[in-house]
């Protein structure tokens, strides 16, 4: 169900996904499986967290978030009815579950958006802030980036976004950390991350050096190692301080790490704190380097400042291994969108 608005999309979901059962008290609780979930991109209020949605004034929608694959068979859904006003038992069910677990995609939405506005502040580029998306307007090398803030955006919003894609000399990136805006009109490539999070606790001390970036000459050599590290070739040939420059490191809450073995820079990393979470992005190591605990290193020195702190990040494949072992937990999935 692709559609963005009107009733007839809520009737024609619940006729083909839900069947119901009873129907006693003045609210209803649905839950519906993932194949639908991108109903939350229709225009409805959002309420009590990333996965509920307040259809009007009594009904609930409550989504699945679980991940399926085109083989796995449709889960089944059933009408169920609960007292009114709706409680939120989820911390009842897990009740040693870390309170950060719950609001976690709205907290990498928040975290990625500062990341972002950093990024676009120190390179000079047009940051765009609307309700539903915070948007960075680079050139024909760096492209645009969408980072959408709410699981609802309207037709007006989602139509601007459009629009600034389309007119995008570069490559176009989106982030929808709430898993539920389609931009398959776009004609993008998207694959799912899962966000992990790590409450507060003791880090131990990493196994090489880790400093945080204070020189020029040591923030070009972050730069070069995680364009080579995620072979980001839109950045070649490489011109310093185009991607991070100088000033990055002066904005509100951003920090970069450098692992640093027998006089070599081996890793780099860039943190984020914001509103009391703290998130990690591009922590990689150069081809040259790796298997050899470089990656460890940087996110065990960078998250020594933050251990008072719960701490996000969207995780690739290969690197969820790494951070489980360092007591980040998966707790819900991110889609990313790509034009390249």
Same mark, same amino acid.
């Given at each position: 169900?692709?559609?963005?608005?009107?009733?007839?999309? /809520?009737?024609?979901?619940?006729?083909?996904?839900?069947?119901?059962?009873?129907?006693?008290?003045?609210?209803?609780?649905?839950?519906?499986?993932?194949?639908?979930?991108?109903?939350?991109?229709?225009?409805? =209020?959002?309420?009590?967290?990333?996965?509920?949605?307040?259809?009007?004034? =009594?009904?609930?929608?409550?989504?699945?978030? =679980? $991940?399926?694959?085109?083989?796995?068979?449709?889960?089944?859904?059933?009408?169920?009815?609960?007292?009114?006003?709706?409680?939120?038992?989820?911390?009842?069910?897990?009740?040693?579950?870390?309170?950060?677990? +719950?609001?976690?995609?709205?907290?990498?939405?928040?975290?990625?958006?500062?990341?972002?506005?950093?990024?676009?502040?120190?390179?000079?580029?047009?940051?765009?802030?609307?309700?539903?998306?915070?948007?960075?307007?680079?050139?024909?090398?760096?492209?645009?980036?969408?980072?959408?803030?709410?699981?609802?955006?309207?037709?007006?919003?989602?139509?601007?976004?459009?629009?600034?894609?389309?007119?995008?000399?570069?490559?176009?990136?989106?982030?929808?950390?709430?898993?539920?805006?389609?931009?398959?009109?776009?004609?993008?490539?998207?694959?799912?991350?899962?966000?992990?999070?790590?409450?507060?606790?003791?880090?131990?001390?990493?196994?090489?050096?880790?400093?945080?970036?204070?020189?020029?000459?040591?923030?070009?050599?972050?730069?070069?190692?995680?364009?080579?590290?995620?072979?980001?070739?839109?950045?070649?040939? /490489?011109?310093?301080?185009?991607?991070?420059?100088?000033?990055? $490191?002066?904005?509100?809450?951003?920090?970069?790490?450098?692992?640093?073995?027998?006089?070599?820079?081996?890793?780099?990393?860039?943190?984020?704190?914001? +509103?009391?979470?703290?998130?990690? /992005?591009?922590?990689?190591?150069?081809?040259?380097?790796?298997?050899?605990?470089?990656?460890?290193?940087?996110?065990?020195?960078?998250?020594?400042?933050?251990?008072?702190?719960?701490?996000?990040?969207?995780?690739?494949?290969?690197?969820?291994?790494?951070?489980?072992?360092?007591?980040?937990?998966?707790?819900?999935?991110?889609?990313?969108?790509?034009?390249?």
């Amino acid at each position: 169900m692709k559609e963005q608005n009107g009733s007839r999309e /809520y009737d024609s979901v619940m006729q083909a996904r839900a069947r119901p059962q009873k129907a006693n008290g003045s609210a209803i609780s649905v839950e519906i499986g993932p194949a639908v979930r991108d109903i939350t991109s229709s225009g409805w =209020r959002h309420d009590e967290g990333p996965s509920r949605l307040l259809l009007g004034p =009594r009904l609930l929608l409550r989504l699945d978030h =679980r $991940t399926v694959t085109e083989q796995e068979p449709p889960v089944a859904n059933t009408w169920q009815t609960t007292p009114d006003p709706v409680e939120d038992r989820s911390r009842q069910d897990h009740p040693d579950r870390p309170a950060a677990f +719950d609001d976690a995609a709205i907290r990498q939405a928040r975290n990625s958006a500062a990341f972002w506005t950093a990024i676009g502040n120190s390179r000079g580029h047009e940051v765009i802030r609307r309700r539903s998306f915070l948007a960075v307007l680079g050139g024909e090398r760096a492209g645009t980036r969408f980072l959408l803030q709410e699981p609802d955006p309207d037709a007006h919003e989602l139509a601007e976004l459009t629009e600034l894609a389309v007119r995008s000399t570069g490559p176009v990136d989106a982030e929808d950390p709430f898993d539920s805006t389609d931009l398959s009109h776009l004609g993008m490539r998207n694959w799912q991350m899962p966000i992990m999070v790590r409450p507060p606790g003791p880090v131990p001390a990493p196994a090489m050096e880790v400093i945080r970036v204070r020189r020029t000459h040591e923030l070009q050599t972050a730069e070069e190692i995680l364009i080579d590290g995620f072979e980001l070739t839109r950045f070649t040939p /490489y011109r310093p301080g185009e991607m991070f420059p100088t000033t990055l $490191t002066e904005q509100p809450g951003v920090g970069v790490f450098l692992a640093v073995l027998d006089g070599e820079a081996v890793g780099a990393g860039v943190t984020v704190v914001h +509103d009391g979470f703290g998130s990690h /992005y591009w922590v990689g190591t150069p081809s040259a380097h790796r298997s050899r605990g470089a990656g460890r290193a940087v996110m065990l020195g960078s998250l020594a400042p933050m251990s008072n702190l719960p701490v996000t990040l969207t995780a690739s494949r290969l690197g969820r291994p790494l951070y489980e072992s360092l007591g980040f937990t998966a707790v819900t999935s991110s889609t990313w969108w790509s034009s390249q």
